[in-house]
């Protein structure tokens, strides 16, 4: 596969068919469902719906309604002040969501997700991003790139509460395909502080929504293609269920590392194990 630059993702059909099976599953769900624990930390199943919720509502209050995001309580100086900034955004509306039944949290994100999927659906995709994708060390990104890094946090959310439940997970290639297309773009970034002009690494994914990357660097940083190249000085291959947990910080790294084929000069993929397509 002749390598070719990554092209804009669309994943504004992709709300509504996603986030619709889920609503159904949380109507079905037991009382016991939700007090499961997740991957995600301390929460429990009914947090991480609490927490789709509020990423729902926030989309729509700050991009559709325009309503400006209320400023932070102390100044954000650096990368780990806005970690903590949303850390403790998304802490504080968890804990107030307890005071809700999970019914009115399915009901919650069943409405909010049909106007999340309306709006997202009616914007145009060249239209401006809200933020930019911080993981992916931008400050301003394009607006589909805003849009997909949205779909892949409610897609890989989801499938913190399906894999709490033991319900089948949403790795269909439809959604895993642009999840990863999404995600993949967090490499270069990941990847900043090693390599010199002219390295070459590859980073092959098996499975059906799975592909291969290749990372160049260059005078300005890494970049990003889908495709091989024989010229790689390192190689990574690893399974389309491992990527996506690696990537949304989803498995432990020394589970994963079990499961990773490296190759090739150890400096140019150790960055690989720390690349994740979330705030952390």
Same mark, same amino acid.
């Given at each position: 596969m002749s390598p070719s630059p990554p092209r804009p993702v669309d994943t504004r059909a992709l709300f509504r068919p996603l986030s619709s099976e889920f609503a159904t599953l949380l109507h079905g769900l037991r009382p016991d469902d939700w007090q499961r624990p997740t991957i995600a930390g301390?929460?429990? /199943?009914?947090?991480v719906v609490a927490h789709l919720v509020d990423l729902t509502f926030r989309r729509l209050s700050f991009h559709r309604d325009a309503m400006a995001p209320p400023p932070p309580s102390r100044p954000i100086n650096s990368e780990s002040d806005f970690v903590a900034f949303i850390n403790d955004m998304n802490a504080q509306w968890v804990g107030a969501a307890r005071r809700f039944s999970p019914r009115v949290l399915a009901d919650m994100f069943e409405r909010g997700s049909r106007e999340l999927a309306d709006w997202f659906e009616a914007l145009p995709l060249e239209a401006p991003a809200l933020f930019g994708v911080s993981w992916a060390g931008e400050i301003e990104s394009a607006g589909w790139f805003d849009v997909g890094r949205e779909f892949a946090e409610v897609w890989h959310h989801q499938q913190q509460v399906r894999l709490a439940v033991g319900a089948a997970l949403a790795t269909e290639p439809r959604y895993l395909r642009p999840v990863f297309q999404i995600g993949f773009r967090a490499l270069p970034h990941a990847f900043r502080g090693v390599g010199e002009p002219g390295d070459v690494v590859v980073v092959d994914v098996a499975g059906n @929504?799975?592909?291969? #990357?290749?990372?160049? +660097? *260059? @005078?300005?940083? #890494?970049q990003l293609d889908e495709g091989d190249s024989p010229a790689a000085a390192a190689r990574v291959r690893l399974s389309e269920d491992t990527a #996506? +947990?690696?990537?949304?910080?989803? /498995?432990?790294?020394? *589970? @994963? @590392? +079990?499961? !990773? *084929? !490296?190759?090739?000069r150890a400096d140019l993929t150790a960055p690989f194990a720390s690349a994740r397509a979330v705030i952390v």
């Amino acid at each position: 596969m002749s390598p070719s630059p990554p092209r804009p993702v669309d994943t504004r059909a992709l709300f509504r068919p996603l986030s619709s099976e889920f609503a159904t599953l949380l109507h079905g769900l037991r009382p016991d469902d939700w007090q499961r624990p997740t991957i995600a930390g301390s929460w429990q /199943v009914r947090d991480v719906v609490a927490h789709l919720v509020d990423l729902t509502f926030r989309r729509l209050s700050f991009h559709r309604d325009a309503m400006a995001p209320p400023p932070p309580s102390r100044p954000i100086n650096s990368e780990s002040d806005f970690v903590a900034f949303i850390n403790d955004m998304n802490a504080q509306w968890v804990g107030a969501a307890r005071r809700f039944s999970p019914r009115v949290l399915a009901d919650m994100f069943e409405r909010g997700s049909r106007e999340l999927a309306d709006w997202f659906e009616a914007l145009p995709l060249e239209a401006p991003a809200l933020f930019g994708v911080s993981w992916a060390g931008e400050i301003e990104s394009a607006g589909w790139f805003d849009v997909g890094r949205e779909f892949a946090e409610v897609w890989h959310h989801q499938q913190q509460v399906r894999l709490a439940v033991g319900a089948a997970l949403a790795t269909e290639p439809r959604y895993l395909r642009p999840v990863f297309q999404i995600g993949f773009r967090a490499l270069p970034h990941a990847f900043r502080g090693v390599g010199e002009p002219g390295d070459v690494v590859v980073v092959d994914v098996a499975g059906n @929504a799975g592909s291969t #990357w290749m990372l160049s +660097r *260059e @005078a300005g940083g #890494w970049q990003l293609d889908e495709g091989d190249s024989p010229a790689a000085a390192a190689r990574v291959r690893l399974s389309e269920d491992t990527a #996506w +947990r690696l990537l949304f910080n989803s /498995v432990a790294p020394d *589970e @994963a @590392a +079990r499961t !990773i *084929e !490296i190759s090739g000069r150890a400096d140019l993929t150790a960055p690989f194990a720390s690349a994740r397509a979330v705030i952390v």
